[in-house]
């Protein structure tokens, strides 16, 4: 007899497609005034959703502006073929820091294990710092919703702990 978790992990989606969202007011004005824009982070992170079996089906870059993130994340939330949506970066407690005030509003349920697991495994990586990321994970229509730090160590730490757990997730928000 199988337990109610491997039931709902044979029900889940094998595979998930993700929307990934650099929030940076730096990358930002840089590609308003028309130059190449590169991000380590948002690189590390379409890698380790590739080599999980997942896609990538969205990638963009916001300002560090809370109606401009609600406004990415309201259009990412009603594209019925993205599963999980990503914000990378303003999580901390700069002032320009508002991805969190900017997505929390919005979100139906928010998961707190998520945030507190990644801030423990971060502490095990870089000490008392850890407490300084205040990353979250939420739903909203039938969708997950993670915001991470913008360091491409953190989307790495955060992505391969937390990936596998996704497909299940998602299950039990549809369900």
Not at 74 to 98: C, Y
Not at 108 to 113: C, D, L, V
């Amino acid at each position: 007899m199988s337990s109610p978790k491997e039931e709902h992990e044979k029900k889940a989606p094998k595979t998930l497609n993700f929307a990934l969202v650099t929030v940076s007011s730096s990358r930002y004005a840089a590609k308003l005034r028309g130059e190449e824009v590169s991000d380590k982070s948002q690189e590390v992170a379409a890698e380790v959703v590739e080599k999980s079996g997942h896609k990538v089906v969205y990638r963009g870059l916001v300002d560090d502006d809370l109606e401009l993130i609600r406004l990415k994340l309201l259009e990412l939330s009603r594209d019925e073929t993205i599963d999980v949506i990503v914000f990378i970066g303003g999580t901390g407690l700069a002032k320009r820091d508002v991805t969190i005030e900017a997505v929390k509003p919005l979100i139906e349920k928010e998961a707190p294990g998520f945030g507190e697991l990644f801030r423990w495994l971060s502490f095990q990586e870089i000490g008392a710092a850890a407490f300084l990321s205040r990353a979250m994970l939420g739903t909203m229509k039938g969708k997950a919703v993670v915001c991470l730090p913008g360091s491409p160590n953190a989307v790495e730490l955060a992505l391969k702990s937390f990936l596998p757990a996704f497909p299940h997730l998602i299950y039990i928000i549809r369900s």
